[in-house]
Structures are given as C-alpha cells and as structure tokens.
C-alpha cells in the first residue's frame, strides 16, 4: 500500500521538474540577474508546495484507514484535534472547555480524522520544516546536508520579497538550489515510505 501513496506523490509533483529544467536553461535569454531573481520565489515555492502536497497526501490515506484512538500513538490524537485546542488558549470559559472535552470524547469514540492543513508558516527553513519532522517523527538529522542550502534559499526569497535588491543570484546558485530541493524531496519520499511501511500511526 505504501508504493501507493509515493506513487501518487510523485504523480501529483512530476511537474516540477519540467518547471525545474526550464529554470536552468534560461532559453529565452532573459538578463542572468533578473532571470535568477525571478526563479528565487519559484524554487521557494516548488519546495513550500512539494512540503504540503506530500503530507496531504499521506493525510488523506491516514483517514482513509478509518483508524481509531485506542490504536495509534498520541501524536497522532493530537493531530485529529487540530484547532480544537485553540480553544484552550488565554483564559477560557467553562462554555469552552465543555466544546473542547465534546469534541476530545467524540474523536475517542469514533474513527481518527486529521485535519488537511499543514503550518509551513510561509517561510519553510530548517527550524519550520524539524518541526515537521517531530510532528511525523521523520529522521530530521537525514536532512542535514541540504537544509543550508535552502536556509539560503528562503532568505534570498524574503529578501527579494521585501524589495532590496542587494542580492544577485546567478545561475549556479539556481542550480545549486534546485539540487538541493530535488534532494530534499527524495528524502521526504524515503521519511514517508518508512513512515507507512513500518505503520509509525500505530502503537
């Protein structure tokens, strides 16, 4: 079942490449620095949308086993109430913390549902992205070679989004970048695939 979920992971993200290549060539032979400056957000963005396409995915096959809460592991409780404990935040009232226990007795009493929304917090650097991997309990230390580079990345992306023009990507840091995406990626597929296979949603 797991060869599933990758197989239409990469069925949903196949089009990134295409975009990644065009990145690189640059065919239209538009000014080198306005060029990279451009491609910058898009990388960010390819990476940003793989991140959230890929967990939605592996979401959407969690719910479907119709798992209950005695069965799997705390996290993944915690998961299915999602904004539920909003609730709890600041002072609560006793009208609160009654919807709160509601909704915590009906997910005990019934099947599992994760809720499709991952917190990128539209700035997916290394300390956002650990955070994902504890949440899934990914092997975040896999990973240690390619998020400097898309630290570097993210900041360049805010930099040009905030207007300064003082950065001058070329076109080895085009390629340097997407490198380290598309291995980040790989990565993501392999933390998945382990994730299902060795069934990490059950205790």
């Known amino acids: 079942m797991f060869d599933k979920v990758i197989d239409e992971i990469v069925e949903n993200n196949i089009w990134r490449n295409g975009e990644f290549a065009k990145f690189k060539i640059n065919s239209n032979q538009v000014d080198e620095v306005l060029w990279c400056r451009m491609c910058i957000p898009m990388i960010y963005a390819h990476w940003e949308g793989f991140v959230v396409s890929s967990m939605k995915t592996l979401i959407s096959y969690l719910n479907s ?89 993210v900041n360049i992306r805010n930099s040009i989004a905030h207007g300064e023009n003082g950065i001058l990507p070329n076109m080895d840091n085009i390629r340097k970048y997407i490198e380290a995406v598309n291995n980040a990626c790989d990565l993501i597929l392999e933390e998945i695939e382990c994730f299902i296979k060795n069934e990490e949603y059950k205790k």
């Open 65 to 153: 086993l119709n798992l209950k809460a005695e069965h799997v592991p705390t996290k993944i409780i915690v998961l299915s109430l999602g904004s539920a404990y909003q609730s709890l935040s600041g002072k609560q009232s006793f009208t609160q913390r009654i919807e709160f226990t509601d909704k915590f007795n009906n997910l005990i009493s019934d099947t599992i549902k994760i809720e499709k929304k991952i917190n990128t917090k539209s700035n997916l650097k290394s300390n956002v992205f650990e955070e994902v991997c504890t949440i899934w309990g990914f092997n975040y230390t896999k990973f240690n070679n390619v998020l400097p580079d898309i630290d570097r990345l």
